[in-house]
Structures are given as structure tokens and as C-alpha cells.
């Protein structure tokens, strides 16, 4: 596939991505996609297969680019927890940006998906779950690296902050002020952040 071919496949992709994640699935429309991509249907159906096809590559391409958001920002930081605490003050300012959804777009898809769409609904699961799994896995880290109470379920961490996570995003949809968004993400970042400081606190003490 020529470079120009990859180009314009990731533009389209991009194009899909904004308006699956703004209108839904079901909303949206093959006229729709034919006016957002400039394509005919023709040739959106053997670039693609079919509508499902493209909403499961555009699922692909958003994943991938939330996952990567995440561990940019992981990266800056030698202490996992103090990471997502940074991740979440990130998502504190959802209301400051022009996105087509504030809400995730694999929520969206989960809420509404139904049995005949289970394929595209089994991605969004396997998606939502690989989250989990990452989250799990840093509480895991910080609990190694001697940052997390020993005592604490690094599953139960994991879970209970992707459910924070969607429900910040949820709350971001809301016509509320940017500054009361930043105001709740402050306080999940500080709630990871008072866990590494506990565990510190007490490493200092042992020793």
C-alpha cells in the first residue's frame, strides 16, 4: 500500500472516528459518511466492507490513540501512581477542548450497541477491558516499586478507576463550567496521590 493510500485511509478513518463518536453508530447515516469522507458508497464499501467494518476500524484507531495519550503521559513520570494521577488531571480538562464527544467513545458504543452488532459490541469490551488491565498493571508496578500499601487489591484499584474515568468523562458531557470538571479530576489525582504518599510515609517509618 503506497504512502499516499495510507494517507488517505487514516484521513478517512479520522473523519469516521469524528462522527461515529459525535452521532453514535445507529445515527449515523451511509449519506453521512459518503459527505464526511467524500467518498461513494461504492467505494466506502471495498475500502472498508461495510458501515460496521468502518465503525469497527474507526473503534481501532480511537483505542489506540487513548492508549497512547496514556502512556505519553505515564512515560514523564518514574512513579506509576503519580502517572495516572497526572493522567487524570489531563482529563480535567476535557471541556477545554473541541472534541466531538466529551464522553468515551467506547461508552457511548457499549450503552448502545445491541445483539446485532455484537462483533463491533465484543471489540468494544475487549477494549474497555484492556484499560482495565493496564491500570491494574501500574497499581501492580507502584506496589513493587514499594508505593502501594502491600494490604491493597491492585485489581480492585484498577477497576475502580477506569469507573472514575468514565464517570468523570460522563460528568465533562454535562453543561457544566471547565473549572468544576478540572475541580473533580483534582480530587481523584489527589485521592492516587495520598496512597503513594501513605506508603512512603510508612516505608520512612520502617526504616
Not at 464526511?36 to 471495498?46: E, F, N, Q, T, V
Not at 477506569?162 to 478540572?182: K, N, P
Request: with cysteine; hydrophobic share 40%; net charge negative.
Amino acid at each position: 500500500m503506497s504512502r499516499a493510500t495510507l494517507h488517505n485511509r487514516q484521513d478517512s478513518l479520522d473523519r469516521a472516528l469524528q462522527l461515529f463518536w459525535q452521532k453514535g453508530f445507529h445515527a449515523t447515516s451511509l449519506k453521512d459518511l459518503e459527505k464526511a469522507l467524500d467518498m461513494r458508497p461504492g467505494s466506502i464499501y471495498a475500502a472498508f466492507g461495510s458501515k460496521d467494518g468502518l465503525f469497527q476500524e474507526a473503534l481501532d484507531y480511537y483505542a489506540r490513540k487513548a492508549m497512547v495519550e496514556l502512556e505519553r503521559t505515564l512515560s514523564k513520570h518514574s512513579s506509576p501512581l503519580l502517572g495516572l494521577a497526572a493522567y487524570l488531571r489531563l482529563l480535567g480538562g476535557l471541556r477545554d477542548e473541541e472534541l466531538p464527544s466529551r464522553a468515551c467513545m467506547l461508552v457511548k458504543s457499549l450503552l448502545e450497541l445491541g445483539e446485532r452488532e455484537q462483533s463491533a459490541l465484543q471489540k468494544v469490551e475487549s477494549m474497555l477491558a484492556g484499560m482495565e488491565t493496564h491500570f491494574i498493571k501500574c497499581f501492580t508496578e507502584s506496589q513493587r516499586l514499594g508505593e502501594l500499601n502491600s494490604q491493597l487489591d491492585p485489581v480492585r484499584l484498577g477497576r475502580r478507576l477506569q469507573a472514575e474515568v468514565m464517570g468523570l468523562r460522563a460528568f465533562a458531557q454535562r453543561e457544566v463550567d471547565s473549572s468544576a470538571v478540572h475541580d473533580v479530576a483534582e480530587d481523584m489525582a489527589l485521592s492516587l496521590e495520598a496512597l503513594y504518599s501513605d506508603a512512603i510515609n510508612n516505608k520512612v517509618e520502617t526504616n
